[in-house]
């Protein structure tokens, strides 16, 4: 399996999103994005709302966000001020949808946030007051379901008693922290260094504040690993019981982060031993009865995110994988069955509305993302401008291959008919290979007199390992990207 995996090991995109970032045009504007906010039919499906953090006090080494390194706190409050009236922002052109009864008595708006993620950078890096200050600001304007998730980014080495205090109060109840890896050695060679002592504190002090799904993120791929040495943090890891965990793979992209060439490349370990060190992990983790929910998540069996993959209920977004606001139907689009489409349709449960440097929102039929530089971001909001700096509005196409890709990264499955099959043809002619291979199952439509039967498309077990790699063979863009010389991550 390890050759098989040596040989797929390639940069492709990750697949938060289709079509991704990289096509996004610069030519969107601010204007589209008030237009497209403003439609009568925007507000048919619930919220989810992102804020974007950028500070950090310490530089990681391996970090691929957009991040500002400061140790000046005090430059939290004006940049929250910044959200609170980039929100107004938001709220004014939704406004213009023309619906009288959009907000309730308190003026906020009527439409449900399901969902509420902070991340950065650093949440933390706010005070508590801030925290709490900031959180009034939101439910100001924004109305939350009974259950919304409310989840935020935590730095153990940030995290004050005082941070879980407000958070908690302000009603979280889902924690993501990064650990990346438990050796000292490791982690001073990516600048990370955090005591598995104090995290295993942090834990519990969480879960007695009631925290009831908390996720790790670990990092495969960096200087210094080796498989038993891995195999020591995931023991490690196991012994804090998360309820989620994800084993992200090292983006070794100097030549886009610079401070990713502080890390001597020397010290990486090679692909053979990086996909040693996945392999045993993935073995570590099922053994330990973690759910293999699929591209880097795993959770526990009662956990809701391995309950929705189950039920093939489970989503994608710019976070990753995530659980639906609501139920999907298996019923099939009418328009696009009749074009000859995969059936059961896949579609998003929720609109993203993000706010902050470079964060990136979903609408749907549209993605928009913010300017990725603070003082344009302050001078554009300042000046009453929704601070866009590119986005896209999807094509037919681009929502038909949307819909195939989600389907198979987030249910590994889809039925489709003749018309899709002729249409996809150069396609599954690439699937052929995959099929070879054992990664895809492949079952052609068949229709006579007495029964009519649906193709599918299936990924294997073995195939999950490379479903980037599947995923890509339906992605339109992948020509013009290459020629533009875009670089991604690889896929193992």
């Keep these: 399996m390890l050759e098989q995996l040596q040989r797929y090991s390639r940069p492709v995109p990750r697949y938060t999103s289709y079509p991704t970032a990289p096509v996004f045009r610069e030519d969107f504007a601010a204007e589209d994005y008030a237009s497209l906010l403003g439609r009568p039919d925007r507000g048919r499906r619930p919220l989810s709302l992102y804020f974007h953090f950028p500070f950090c006090r310490n530089i990681c080494f391996f970090c691929a966000c957009t991040v500002i390194y400061t140790a000046n706190k005090k430059r939290m409050a004006p940049y929250m001020r910044l959200l609170v009236r980039e929100m107004d922002l938001v709220l004014e052109a939704l406004a213009a949808r023309g619906e009288g009864e959009a907000r309730d ?32 600001e939101i439910t100001k304007r924004f109305r939350f379901a009974p259950d919304a998730e409310l989840s935020v980014e935590l730095d153990p080495r940030e995290t004050t008693d005082e941070h879980i205090a407000a958070y ?21 060679a990516v600048n990370r260094v955090q005591p598995f002592d104090e995290l295993e504190i942090l834990l519990t002090k969480l879960r007695e504040a009631g925290f009831r799904g908390i996720n790790l993120d670990l990092i495969y791929g960096l200087p210094h690993q080796t498989p038993e040495g891995f195999a020591q943090t995931i023991d490690g890891v196991l012994s804090l019981q998360p309820d989620r965990l994800s084993l992200f793979q090292f983006a070794y ?13 020397e010290a990486l370990p090679e692909v053979r031993t990086r996909l ?11 053994r330990a009865g973690y759910v293999y929910i699929g591209m880097d998540h795993f959770a526990r069996p ?104 989600m389907l198979l990264i987030c249910r590994f499955e889809l039925e489709y008919d003749s018309g899709f099959r002729a249409r996809y043809a150069p396609e599954f002619e690439v699937l052929a290979g995959f099929h070879a291979e054992g990664l895809v199952e492949i079952e052609e439509p068949s229709f006579s ?30 020509r013009e990207l290459a020629a533009r010389g875009q670089q991604f991550s690889k896929s193992v």
């Design 105 to 136: 008595d308190d003026g906020r708006l009527f439409q449900a946030v399901s969902q509420l993620h902070f991340g950065g950078g650093t949440p933390g890096f706010a005070s508590p007051d801030e925290i709490r200050g900031f959180h009034r």
């Design 168 to 188: 908690a109060g302000c009603g979280f109840n889902r924690a993501s922290l990064g650990v990346q890896d438990l050796d000292p050695k490791v982690q001073r």
């Design 253 to 265: 992209l100097p030549q886009l982060k610079q401070h990713q060439q502080r890390i001597n490349a």
């Design 276 to 286: 040693e060190i996945l392999s045993n992990s993935i073995e570590q983790l099922t």
């Design 302 to 405: 009662d956990d809701p995110m391995a309950i929705a993959a189950s039920r093939g209920e489970l989503e994608r977004n710019f976070q990753g994988y995530t659980v639906p606001p609501g139920m999907h139907s298996d019923a099939s689009d009418d328009a696009a069955r009749e074009r000859g489409s995969a059936s059961a349709a896949y579609e998003q449960g929720s609109d993203l509305l993000a706010f902050g440097v470079s964060a990136i929102g979903d609408l749907g039929d549209a993605y928009v993302q913010n300017t990725r530089h603070l003082k344009t971001y302050e001078s554009e909001v300042l000046a009453g401008r929704l601070p866009v700096d590119r986005g896209l509005v999807l094509n037919a196409d681009d929502h038909e291959r949307r819909r195939i890709i």
């Design 449 to 478: 007199k007495t029964a009519n039967r649906p193709g599918r498309l299936r990924v294997t077990e073995a195939g999950k390992f490379v479903i980037r790699n599947i995923c890509q063979v339906f992605d339109a863009y992948t």
